[in-house]
């Protein structure tokens, strides 16, 4: 078997990952030699050797103009909320929608040792991440009279006890057909300096998810887009799983997303600062991209126009509604999603088997990101949202500045207490609210189970 590895790995100068083979068990020879096989040697020098001919962000920053945008506050939008409503409640009844949920991460960054999707961040009920999220699927089909199937991306890190987790709870309600879990691909993390990938143990490769742009080569590989295909879904709904606020499809994004022909349409916000920390959502020579806020020039980002108003204003917020007819056309087009190169720090053993935890950046790692999907669509547009209501990410632990379990939670609570008191319902100053999708999935389903004149003075749940 050694003999074997050494032929896969002798042409792109990594044999060092075999320096501990003979001190392994068997069962750790296997699992190194899977690990190598399962790898694509040739990529990883190509992209090592391209790592300096990245896009240039910067000249591109240059050129870009807004994008085509139906915004808040706006009489030049072509469609009216209602109309864009009418139109995605069609959809939603057809039985055309299903949901993905991008759940890979880890909750290393809140303090909690578990996958990010099982923090329990309901302010009232301590709901889970995924349970607030699968309320909202559960809740629009039951008002539509559909199964709206929910496709759970996960990675190795998360898997297992993702899936041990919603077995335990029964699947919060989703039928047993309408969960479909898939773990996202690695991509290992190489040396800057050499290119040559790095050990995290002696039978273990440095790997990584290869980034939320994973998903379409996850779902193409799983089986997951085939089965797509079969349920008859037309528009898939993406999200990320740290955002409890996003409205799961919402009628108005996805009729906005139809009326314009749209084959990927993006949720954004107005960016609040010049600098904020979301992607960019520009247009340039007629095609709409997004410039990471590490890429976006600061002279580009301060530009204003005339009114003081951001040129570059449109923020990503990871939010899309993705036809399914362009993720079939990209699976098998190997340039449709770049990868992109991130230097950081990755723990590693050096040949004399110590463990180096480095304090700079000394490795590079390969991501795909959804978003570069764009580009490739067929009358991409943005839709805007207001942050308070669709965009509360949890990122940070406490004692950060903002994304962190006490400001989500904060936002939480004021939305639910402002459809509260639109309803008629009196909620004291300072007094935890929280609305479950299934109790009232909009203003009007609230007023109507809610008598006017209700007095909320202590912490509840509407479920």
Known sequence: MKDELLKILRPYGQEHLLAFWDQLEVHGQESLARQIRAIDWALIERLYRGCHDQADFGQLAERASPPPAFRLQTTGNRFTPRQAGERGQQALAAGHLGVIVVAGGQGTRLGFDHPKGMFPIGPVSGRSLFEVHVEKILAVGRRYGVRIPLWLMTSPATHDETVEFFARHDRFGLGEDDLRVFCQGTMPAVDAATGQVLLDRPDRLALSPDGHGGTLAALAGSGALREIGQRGIRQLFYLQVDNPLVDICGPELIGYHLLSGSEMTTQVIAKREPLERVGNVVEVGGRLLVIEYSDLPDDVAQRRNADGSLVVWAGSIAVHVID????????????????????????????ASRRIEPGEPNAIKFERFIFDLIPWAHNAIVVEVDPAEGFAPLKSASG???????TVKAQMVALHRNRLRQAGVEVADGVDVELSPLWALDADELAAKTPRGTRVTEPTYFR
Request: without cysteine.
């Open 324 to 351: 399914t007819r362009l993720l079939e056309r990209m699976v098998d087009r190997a340039d449709g999603l770049p990868f992109h190169l991130a230097h950081k720090k990755v723990a590693y053993l050096d040949p």
């Open 400 to 406: 950060a500045r903002q994304d962190t379990p006490e």
